[in-house]
């Protein structure tokens, strides 16, 4: 299982609009409809924001939203509030040898 | 709604067995829906998942830990359980139990660092 790609970093203003991409292969991303975002603030467990691509858990607000075209995911958050600064990462099922789940990198989200 | 608190040692030593056990509360460990699951994340790094266990026992590792890994269930106990065999420093991380989807998980613990040191 090699990670997802994702880039390390990405930053936006407040109200904006930024998207976060989230690249595997057709043995991951490309194969299944389960991918997942999480949210991670500094010394905190990550949290669920998207699943299934575009699902959101009740209580995630609706500023969050997800999407997949071919091998790369896509993750929008939309009117950029300071609270959205975080590690963001995604994860996608994954059938090899067996099936598992695979994360990617990570990106750091900064609000300017 | 489901809680979950991970507990074991917090050092140990290099070739040594860790052992974590993660209890449940506030909801049933005999789902035939989530599976639990273990993921770990060294200091400043990414995410890595573990492995997960469905209630009935299955368990599905990492391919990159396989080797090294069991991951248990105790229904009696409401608690589920890891071990990774033969550590080293590669392996300090902030460890997580978590429960939902088998490729998606709702409910995390707070995580617990496990140092790997002589």
Same mark, same amino acid.
């Given at each position: 299982?090699?990670?997802?790609?994702?880039?390390?970093?990405?930053?936006?203003?407040? $109200?904006?609009?930024?998207?976060?991409?989230?690249? /595997?292969?057709?043995?991951?991303?490309?194969?299944?409809? +389960?991918? %997942?975002? *999480?949210?991670?603030h500094p010394g905190k467990a990550p949290?669920?924001?998207?699943?299934?691509?575009?699902?959101?858990?009740?209580?995630?607000?609706?500023?969050?939203?997800?999407?997949?075209? $071919?091998?790369?995911?896509?993750?929008?958050?939309? /009117?950029?509030?300071?609270?959205?600064?975080?590690?963001? +990462?995604? %994860?996608? *099922?994954?059938?090899t040898t067996t099936k598992g789940v695979?994360?990617?990198?990570?990106?750091?989200?900064?609000?300017? | 709604?489901?809680?979950?608190?991970?507990?074991?040692?917090?050092?140990?030593?290099?070739?040594?067995?860790?052992?974590?056990?993660?209890?449940?509360?506030?909801?049933?460990?005999?789902?035939?829906?989530?599976?639990?699951?273990?993921?770990?994340?060294?200091?400043?790094?990414?995410?890595?998942?573990?492995?997960?266990?469905?209630?009935?026992?299955?368990?599905?590792?990492?391919?990159?830990?396989?080797?090294?890994?069991?991951?248990?269930?105790?229904?009696?106990?409401?608690?589920?359980?890891?071990?990774?065999?033969?550590?080293?420093?590669?392996?300090?991380?902030?460890?997580?139990?978590?429960?939902?989807?088998?490729?998606?998980?709702?409910?995390?613990?707070?995580?617990?660092?496990?140092?790997?040191?002589?």
């Amino acid at each position: 299982q090699s990670a997802l790609t994702q880039p390390a970093s990405v930053s936006g203003s407040p $109200g904006q609009s930024i998207t976060i991409s989230c690249t /595997g292969t057709s043995s991951d991303v490309g194969g299944y409809d +389960y991918v %997942s975002w *999480y949210q991670q603030h500094p010394g905190k467990a990550p949290k669920l924001m998207i699943y299934d691509v575009t699902n959101r858990p009740s209580g995630v607000s609706n500023r969050f939203s997800g999407s997949k075209s $071919g091998n790369t995911a896509s993750l929008t958050i939309s /009117g950029l509030q300071a609270e959205d600064e975080a590690d963001y +990462y995604c %994860s996608s *099922y994954t059938v090899t040898t067996t099936k598992g789940v695979v994360f990617g990198g990570g990106t750091k989200l900064t609000v300017l | 709604q489901v809680q979950l608190q991970e507990s074991g040692p917090g050092l140990v030593k290099p070739s040594e067995t860790l052992s974590l056990t993660c209890t449940v509360s506030g909801g049933s460990i005999n789902s035939d829906t989530y599976y639990w699951g273990w993921i770990r994340q060294p200091p400043g790094k990414g995410l890595e998942w573990i492995g997960n266990i469905f209630y009935s026992g299955s368990t599905f590792y990492n391919p990159s830990l396989k080797s090294r890994v069991t991951i248990s269930i105790d229904t009696s106990k409401t608690q589920f359980s890891l071990k990774l065999g033969s550590v080293t420093a590669a392996d300090t991380a902030v460890y997580y139990c978590a429960s939902g989807l088998f490729d998606s998980k709702r409910t995390w613990g707070q995580g617990t660092l496990v140092t790997v040191s002589s």
